[in-house]
C-alpha cells in the first residue's frame, strides 16, 4: 500500500510528467487558453495514457519480451497509442460534438503527444525505487503510476489554465503578450512543483 502511495503522490507532484520531465509541452500550451478545453483534453489524455499503458504493458510482457523483440518497444507502442486515439476521437465526436470541435485539431495530436509514449516507455524500461529495493513495476503498479502521471499532467494543465484566463484579463506588457508571459508562468509552476520533491 506505500509503494502505491509513493507512485501517486511522486507521479503527480513530484516527477510531474509536464512541468518536471519535460513531456506534452506542445499541448499544455495549445489547449490551455480556456479553462473548459483544457479539462476536456485533460481528460481525454488521462483515458489515453491510462488505458495505453496497460495495453502496451500487457503487449510488451506476453508478446515483445518472450519472442525477443523488445527492440521494438517504440514502434509497437505508437500503433497501440494512435488506434487508442482514434477510438477516443470517435467516442468524443458521438458523445461530445461540442467539446470535439473546441478540441479540434488537438485530439489528433494527443497521437504524437511524447506524454503517452513517454510514461508507457517508462513503465516497460524503467526500474523504480521504494525505500532501499528497486524493481520493475507490476500491472498494478504500471495501471496506478499510468493514472497519477494523467492525473498530474491534467492538474498542471487545469491549473495553467486558470492562470492563462486571468492573465487574459491583466494589463501584461505588450512584450510579453501571450506566449512569453504563458512560458514564465510555466516555468513559476515548475519551480513551485520543485518544491514537493523532498517528500518522496
Known sequence: MAEYLIIIVSAIFVNNIV?????????????????????GMSGAVCFVITLATVVTYLINKFFLVPLGLTFLHTIAFILVIAALVQIVEIVLKKISPSLYQALGIFLPLITTNCAVLGVALNVV??????????????????????????????????????????????????????????????????MAFLGFSGIV
Open 19 to 39: 512541468l518536471a520531465q519535460f513531456l506534452g509541452v506542445c499541448p499544455f500550451l495549445g489547449v490551455s487558453n480556456k479553462l473548459s478545453t483544457a479539462t
Open 125 to 190: 524500461t524503467k526500474e523504480f525505487t521504494f525505500g532501499s529495493t528497486t524493481h520493475m513495476l507490476n500491472l498494478g503498479e504500471a495501471t496506478v503510476y499510468a493514472l497519477a502521471t494523467s492525473l498530474g499532467y491534467g492538474l498542471a494543465m487545469i491549473l495553467f489554465a486558470g492562470l492563462r484566463e486571468q492573465l487574459a484579463m491583466n494589463d501584461v506588457p505588450k512584450s510579453f503578450r501571450g506566449l512569453p508571459i504563458a512560458l514564465i508562468t510555466v516555468g513559476i509552476m515548475a
